[in-house]
């Protein structure tokens, strides 16, 4: 049994490989400028970097999903680690106050930004027609000239490789049991 366990592993490790090979052949992205809110006033997609050339925005639902909420409390705490290598914010529809208040109750250090009108959320995907939001992540980088590109983007869900809590889960016996995020647990 061991056995099958490394050897399926090992292909899965192999398939990761795989995929960010295929993610590195897709051809980048330009993007427009767009605008968003924060707490601090109106800011571009541009002013996200600050001084970095590469960006990750994490495409978040708002305080309104506890799913997002979990995905959020998870990077807080690789926040130092991200941010020693590139820009990173989290951008949902909830208005800035909003989105203070959330963070202020999660203790979460990370930059925050409004598309209120979902521009940018539906350019990048994560805002469907019939006006469903769907959480995920796009990479993006600015040349020396100043032009943007989205380099990567994936969707987040149970099981992806962004939230550790599914693989530990699947470790136990009967995996996750149905279990789904809480804003709050009872001890």
């Given at each position: ?15 990761k490989e795989q995929l960010t090979e295929a993610r590195r052949k ?28 590469d960006l990750l925005v994490v495409h978040n639902m708002g305080a ?124």
């Amino acid at each position: 049994m061991d056995d099958e366990i490394r050897r399926l592993e090992e292909q899965i490790g192999k398939l990761k490989e795989q995929l960010t090979e295929a993610r590195r052949k897709r051809p980048s992205e330009p993007v427009d400028s767009f605008r968003f809110e924060t707490v601090n006033g109106d800011v571009s997609l541009s002013d996200l970097f600050g001084s970095r050339s590469d960006l990750l925005v994490v495409h978040n639902m708002g305080a309104s999903c506890p799913y997002c909420t979990l995905w959020a409390d998870g990077l807080n705490g690789l926040l130092p680690h991200i941010e020693n290598r590139t820009a990173f914010v989290v951008v949902s529809p909830d208005a800035p106050d909003a989105q203070a208040r959330f963070a202020g109750t999660r203790s979460w250090k990370f930059r925050m930004a409004s598309d209120p009108d979902g521009s940018f959320t539906r350019r990048m995907g994560y805002l469907m027609d019939e006006g469903g939001y769907w959480p995920g992540v796009s990479a993006f980088h600015r040349d020396e000239s100043g032009n943007i590109v989205r380099t990567g983007s994936t969707f987040f869900g149970p099981g992806d490789d962004f939230c550790a809590v599914w693989p530990l889960f699947d470790l136990l016996s009967g995996g996750a049991k149905g279990w789904e995020p809480a804003y709050r647990y009872e001890s």
